[in-house]
């Protein structure tokens, strides 16, 4: 499974591109950040997001696009932001008919450190490590990026396989 990561945000888009499956080693295919002016017009910024992340979709071809999904948070406006750019996401991701699956950030620090406690110290170390890295990428939303696509390989499939195991028995 080739798996997407992104790790929304207006400034900093972190991009993760991880292959393998459950029991299986994974792969670090690709990994950045799409970056905007914070000074840019906002209908700009979006569109500049939406170009890397086509970018992207058509350089890796991924089988699912995984998003941190969007809690609530104290600034409300770096929640819109961040809620924007998860939605681009969401839009390029459908407009080339691939599934998109939401996580939260609990459960990514819990399935990359099995801590959903975890700082982003403990996450970035093991990325470095599953993914056999010399060192975290910066900055951290391009790590960030990666542990979303190393969540979705380990507990997406899983929940795929479940759900339509579920489907077949009806």
Known sequence: MRVLGVDPGLTRCGVGVVEGSVGRPLTMVDVGVVRTPADLDIALRLHRLEEGLEAAVLKHRPDVVAVERVFSQHNVRTVMGTAQASAVAMLVAARHG?????????????????????DKAQVAAMVVRLLRLSAAPKPVDATDALALAICHVWRGGAQNRLLQAMEAAR
Request: charged letters at 15%; zero cysteines.
């Open 98 to 118: 691939i599934a998109v699956h939401l996580h939260t950030p609990s459960e990514v620090k819990a399935a990359v450190t099995g801590s959903g406690r975890a």
